[in-house]
């Protein structure tokens, strides 16, 4: 499902293992693709757009059904309603594929998919830090989950009331982000010093976020080397290059090298999008946090503080901040060391091998 560039990439990631299989074709698909052409920027702007102009309005959205049973009820109800022309032309595409199995990175995904292939064996994968009731509106037969949740003992509660296989495989992620590369190597291939410091900020695959303050604030900052990457956000990355112009600050656009640039960094600082923080996850890669968007991200940042190796910033604040994490080693090496638990390098694996392996019992939804 498209609302997010992390939904994507995890069900990518997935792909290409899937695809090392023997005798096993996977094919990924964008839901917001089947919808006609001149309905989906809508949708897509739309959500971004109630996301950075009313974000009050998102999080009792978000709230609501989380909380409330009814709600939630009425809100499947209403996507699946919604979803006829995505239902329509699903349908099609599984007529014609066959698939034996169906795994899906967001909930939307087991709403939109006929009744008639509900023998089909699914599998949900959470690639947020949270498990959103909306998940248990249709149940999948296996449910994949992140490591170290906090609340364990309530997934166990669920599997009792539904029958579901709960696993605790981590999100998955391009299996490159696990690959290890010295802070020296990746400073020589990207040009940056080795001996200097190097914040990386990020702001998503759309950079979103107060990235022109951030960067505003930093700039005196001229003993680091200070790297901003701005995604697909062509308008941003204009107006920071325009501004900004110092031999210690970097505008980059949208790269395919990220993994190299968290390789190279000392210091991420980030909106808490679930699929960017397990990809600072895989590099143990410390973070500042700044304006998580109510709903997910607020569980993906309480995950990150509880775990103690991310820590909350604002532009006020975040000069100082920086300044003290970079002159204390002591402290970064001590929160690089809280990642070991967290790391999940075998998610692909492990998801593919639960894939292959699902039945399709009868289940309840909550």
Known sequence: MGFGTGHNSAAKALACEFNKQPNVTAEVVDLLQLIPNSFHPLLQS??????????????????????????????????????????????????????????????????MCPDIYEEIPTVGVVTDYELHPIWLARVPHVLCVPKKLPNWHQFERIQWQTGLSLIETGIPVNPTFYEHVSKQEACRRLGLSPVRPVVLVMGGGTGLGPLEQVVGELQELDHLQLVVLTGKNRGLFERLTQQFVAPHIRIEGYRTDVPLWMSAADLLITKPGGVTITEAIAKQLPMLLFEAFPGQEEANQQYLLHHRVAMITRPSTIRLQVSKLLDSPLQLGRMRERFEVLMSSDACQRIVKETCNAKAPILQTL
Do not use: A, C
């Open 46 to 111: 739309g959500y971004h757009g109630m996301l950075s102009k009313f974000p009050t309005l998102y999080y009792y959205l978000y709230d609501w059904t989380h909380h409330n049973k009814v709600i939630r009820y009425v809100s499947s109800e209403v996507i699946e309603k919604m979803g006829w022309s995505i239902r329509k032309r699903l349908n099609q595409l599984i007529r014609v594929t066959e698939p034996t199995k169906i795994v899906t990175t967001h909930p939307f995904g087991l709403l």
